[in-house]
């Protein structure tokens, strides 16, 4: 990851800027395209729990130097994790990233505001289907600021993996036996084995269902040369040739071939259907700092920024003027390659979207019970 | 804390018995910090994982409602009472590992080394600390993988003619990864004991008659008895809880029962994995107890 970073680095991060001042001028965008926009208003440092890959250190920087706001970043790995911990610790944070169906779960519990979400400038940005998720909609205005997306999907090498398989049975078949990885996720590796099994609500599984996706998963795991901690690990294994099968998110093949060096990887949307993620950024209810929230995401999401996110770490976001900001640095195949240009695909009836399931506890226990000795 | 005030208050006092609490309270101050770090940060947080373990969690969210059945799913699954067998096991075979690759390792260094290459030699013995564990682990995946540099080695040199995927993702990896991490704990803690151990009580038992391996039995086995239990409390307690090295270098055969209670936390069901934490912690508990039975403070503080 660090050879990747390095890859991606300030040329490109100038070169982004040069990029937004074209676009901003071409499109009309305006103010809400400028890569800093000056304002007066609060000043300050705010807690904010999130994933690793909704932001970079150079952007904060800038955004410090500008408006003096800089957000105290702690990392999560599941959904699941954040939930208790905000219900833990309350207003000593102030913005919680999220997914999918787990933020209405946040508002239900009183956790998170909802705030105006056409009252940012920003928000021109996003394409016009992610202003609009009912799911994120409610009478006092809109739960979260929209950011990444992307359908979990199945990469192969096709030097290895024949025929060209077409759903989730190929990872349990024996000819692939230690060449399989896939993150250590317990609930959402019980989704795809539930998804194999035909299961309807893969985070709500009937007993039988889960049995099903339990019966799949022992098939799985001698095939697994490991559960990945990260997506980057993945990727460094199907570069190296010793995983030929993983699930991965939108982009996969890319960074394998382009910054990785490793091999041309063909990816299929498995037909029983799969899972996705797509998430946001909440603001806590009553977090101490909670005024420097709106003005945070203004700047955060200013088109420059959010392409630059892309290039760095590789899934579709939501933010139209990013995908003008990549048209213009001449990266407009690698985007269209992610589908940046399609979020409403992320409303794919084969998609079941990430949610705090009721048959949680029984994954977990179905997938140690499986994994353990 | 009790002896302390024990021996406060058997002090003789020489200003009369308020002057004597006072000086007690003085004695006490000092330590006082640690003791509110302890009780505060270890025993509270226990107190709470105890509590939360004779809950339920329902739906995310964690209920008072008290019953053992966290407890009850852990010894009535097979599969979490293997898993436990197989950490055990693998904390014994690796803390033998350790002894095994220690024990000459600082015979050797005490007995034949100069003070100075004592001092060197042990530097580069905990050189390793100075990187993270995190690191340290990586850089295992890089010598053990398949396109690691043990491969490398053994098919240039043409033992192999194909790259193994024996040595990672495996309970071999894992096995060798854990013997790394913890020699230098074992090691210290054995050289401790063997640099106050005086030799030529070797020599006057083969002079005696005894055979070497009679004399190492007999004369100096005992005597480093503290270091031994030290060393096995370094490395075999730590290692039932481990989770990063079985994550990284065990695949999905190389679990740990650590892995299986991160998998509750991570998932937030919170009452589950504190019963699992709570019998872990009960069994390191009771063999601190087993390991105090022959060894006293004193062996560890004074004797190394």
């Given amino acids: 990851m660090a050879m990747i970073d390095k890859r991606l680095s300030r040329r490109r991060f100038l070169q982004a800027s040069a990029a937004a001042s074209a676009a901003a001028a071409l499109s009309g965008l305006g103010s809400a395209s400028r890569l800093v926009v000056a304002q007066d208003g609060p000043t300050g440092t705010f807690n904010w729990l999130t994933w690793a890959d909704h932001f970079y250190d150079e952007q904060l920087d800038a955004i410090d130097t500008a408006v003096g706001i800089r957000p105290n970043a702690t990392f999560f790995s599941d959904n699941a994790e954040a939930f208790v911990q905000l219900q833990e610790v309350g207003g000593q944070l102030d913005m919680v990233s999220g997914d999918a169906l787990w933020v209405p779960r946040y508002y239900e519990e009183g956790l998170i505001a909802p705030f105006d979400i ?165 603001m806590v209810d009553g977090g101490q700092n909670q005024e420097l929230v709106l003005p945070f995401l203004e700047q955060s999401n200013q088109p420059e920024y959010i392409a630059e996110n892309f290039l760095r770490y590789g899934r579709p976001l939501f933010n139209e003027g990013a995908y003008k900001v990549l048209v213009e640095m001449g990266e407009q195949d690698r985007a269209d390659r992610f589908l940046f240009n399609e979020p409403e695909a992320i409303l794919d009836p084969n998609l079941t979207l990430k949610a705090p399931g009721l048959s949680t506890e029984a994954a977990i226990n179905a997938f140690n019970e499986v994994v353990g000795a | 804390m009790t002896e302390l005030a024990s021996r406060s208050e058997s002090a003789p006092a020489t200003d009369g018995q308020g002057s004597g609490r006072g000086r007690a309270i003085g004695r006490l101050l000092p330590a006082l910090p640690a003791f509110l770090v302890l009780g505060v940060l270890f025993l509270g947080a226990m107190a709470f994982a105890l509590v939360f373990s004779f809950w339920k969690t329902e739906n995310f969210v964690l209920v008072a409602d008290w019953n053992v059945d966290n407890y009850a799913k852990f010894f009535t699954v097979p599969a979490y009472v293997r898993t436990f067998g197989k950490t055990l096991l693998m904390a014994a075979l690796v803390t033998l590992g350790c002894l095994a690759l220690a024990l000459p390792f600082t015979y050797f ?196």
């Fill in chain 1, 118 to 282: 056409n009252s940012l400038e920003v928000s021109k940005n996003l394409y016009s289907v992610a202003r609009e998720f009912p799911w994120w909609t409610v009478p006092d205005g809109y739960l979260g600021f929209p950011f990444g997306w992307s359908p979990v999907q199945i990469y192969y090498n096709p030097e290895f993996v024949t025929p060209d398989p077409d759903s989730w049975e190929v990872m349990l078949d024996p000819k692939y036996q230690g060449r399989v990885v896939t993150e250590n996720q317990p609930v959402e590796v019980i989704a795809y084995m539930g998804k194999l099994a035909g299961a309807k609500d893969v985070y709500n599984m009937t007993d039988e269902e889960l049995a099903a996706a339990k019966a799949n998963l022992a098939q799985l795991v001698p095939n697994l040369l490991k559960f990945t901690d990260q997506a980057q690990e993945t990727w460094a294994l199907l570069a190296s040739g010793e995983a030929w099968l993983a699930t991965a998110n939108l982009g996969a093949d890319l960074v394998v071939r382009d910054e990785l060096g490793g091999p041309e990887l063909k990816r299929i949307m498995p037909k029983e259907g799969t899972v996705a993620w797509m998430d946001a950024e909440m």
């Fill in chain 2, 109 to 304: 260094l005490v007995r034949y080394v100069s003070r100075r290459w004592q001092r060197i030699i042990l530097l580069a013995v905990i050189i390793p600390f100075w990187t993270s564990y995190l690191l340290r682990v990586y850089a295992w995946q890089a010598i053990l993988g398949e396109k690691g540099v043990l491969n490398l080695v053994l098919e240039t040199s043409g033992l192999i003619s194909e790259p193994s995927r024996l040595f990672v993702y495996n309970d071999f990896g894992v096995f060798i990864v854990l013997v790394y991490v913890y020699f230098p704990f074992a090691a210290l803690a054995l050289y401790a004991s063997l640099d106050r151990f005086d030799f030529s009580q070797l020599t006057a038992a083969q002079d005696l008659g005894a055979r070497p391996d009679q004399a190492l039995r007999h004369i100096l086995i005992p005597q480093i008895r503290p270091g031994i239990i030290t060393a096995c409390i370094f490395v075999f307690v730590p290692i039932i809880g481990e989770y990063l090295t079985p994550t990284l270098v065990g695949g999905a055969q190389g679990v740990l029962i650590g892995n299986l209670v991160v998998n509750f936390f991570r998932g937030a069901q919170i009452a589950q994995g504190a019963a699992f934490a709570m019998i872990i912690a009960l069994f390191v508990t009771v063999v601190l107890v087993v390991f105090r039975r022959h060894l006293q403070v004193e062996d560890v503080v004074a004797r190394g």
